[in-house]
């Protein structure tokens, strides 16, 4: 599966644009601000519904217009073409998606539709960032490959926010104590039920690593639960149950639960030493490149087939040993784009189409 083109009306410092992919690897080059990274962000927002750069639709509106869309034409491995459209317009603030003209309900209908990974580097915030960024890498793979968790993480979230509110009103003598055990029961369930499906997929991407990064194969990711050494060792049934006696008076004070996936970690090690503390920031770097593509395999192993590799800015603070690393590994993979701002970044790197951008203009170049 591969994205054969692109269509932009009014994103980001577009007006038009029109552009032809190569099915294997495409570069976009140019200098900082051209709009490299918008094209990438509109590949990643039909895949999503979201943007990974801002959190409003608003931002990726053209100045002076009103809306955007966005059309990819998709082709599969059987030759048979899909097409996806987005448009959000600013005044009624609807967002809109279709796959083949038909209108799409739910977001969630058009997760995973186009399969991708990402790299960008702010990305490297997941190994050296807020435990919510790594939560968030383990929780999109496998929103991506697994319908059943996506109802589990929708329905934890939505526990969460009433048993939280049942602690207010117990911290308000408004309703009885023994209201929240109920709630206990649900939200055990279902962080279980979560917390298992991670750690499988952990173990997978550990033994992704292992085989497929022969050079990196000390990179290990670890799943942690608060005062929790080895999950394997503990059950979690009884350790909630024990967690919500002992710690329920705290939770009625703060109002908040205080245990739950969505306060859990993923360590990241190299040689047994968490990256986040001990490694320098080109390994923070390039470790976090091979987690994106570790996660690309999983994908194409889980769905059996290949997501596109958006790789923005990927070769900086990468000598030139590690980018020839990474690039060989490209051969796991199909389609992949990359953005850069000097071509000499990339020139080990076997380039099948080039694209030159300059102030929201786009220009195909042939390079011999």
């Not at 190569?22 to 094209?39: E, V």
């Not at 639709?57 to 053209?62: A, C, E, N, V």
Request: proline share 1%.
């Amino acid at each position: 599966m591969y994205i054969k083109n692109l269509e932009l009306n009014n994103f980001r410092n577009y007006d038009y644009l029109q552009i032809n992919f190569d099915k294997n690897i495409n570069l976009f080059y140019g200098n900082n601000s051209s709009g490299k990274t918008n094209i990438i962000e509109a590949i990643y927002f039909m895949s999503t519904g979201k943007s990974f750069r801002c959190n409003s639709d608003d931002y990726l509106i053209k100045e002076g217009s009103k809306f955007f869309n966005i059309l990819i034409e998709q082709e599969n491995d059987d030759f048979i073409n899909n097409l996806f459209f987005s448009e959000f317009n600013k005044e009624n603030k609807k967002k809109i998606f279709k796959i083949n003209n038909k209108n799409i309900k739910k977001l969630s209908e058009i997760i995973g539709k186009i399969p991708l990974v990402l790299f960008s580097p702010e990305d490297i915030y997941m190994i050296k960032g807020e435990p919510l960024l790594r939560r968030k890498y383990i929780d999109n793979i496998l929103l991506h490959t697994d319908q059943e968790y996506f109802g589990f993480l929708s329905k934890f979230y939505n526990i969460l926010k009433n048993r939280n509110y049942i602690l207010k009103l117990i911290k308000e003598k408004k309703i009885d104590k023994k209201e929240i055990e109920t709630w206990n029961v649900q939200l055990k369930d279902y962080s279980i039920k979560i917390i298992n499906k991670r750690i499988i997929l952990l173990s997978k991407i550990n033994d992704i690593i292992n085989k497929k990064f022969s050079n990196f194969n000390n990179i290990t990711l670890k799943y942690k639960i608060k005062n929790i050494e080895e999950i394997s060792k503990m059950d979690l049934n009884i350790y909630y149950n024990y967690f919500f006696e002992k710690y329920f008076e705290e939770e009625i004070i703060r109002s908040i639960t205080l245990i739950g996936p969505h306060r859990d970690d993923i360590e990241i090690n190299y040689y047994d030493k968490s990256i986040k503390y001990f490694g320098s920031e080109g390994q923070q770097r390039l470790i976090c490149i091979i987690l994106k593509l570790a996660e690309g395999i999983y994908i194409k192993e889980k769905v059996n087939v290949y997501p596109i590799v958006l790789l923005d800015d990927f070769t900086s603070e990468l000598d030139d040993m590690n980018k020839n690393f990474i690039s060989e590994m490209f051969n796991s993979f199909q389609q992949i784009i990359i953005t850069t701002t000097n071509i000499e970044n990339v020139k080990n790197i076997k380039i099948n189409k080039y694209f030159f951008v300059e102030n929201g203009r786009i220009k195909i170049i042939n390079h011999y």
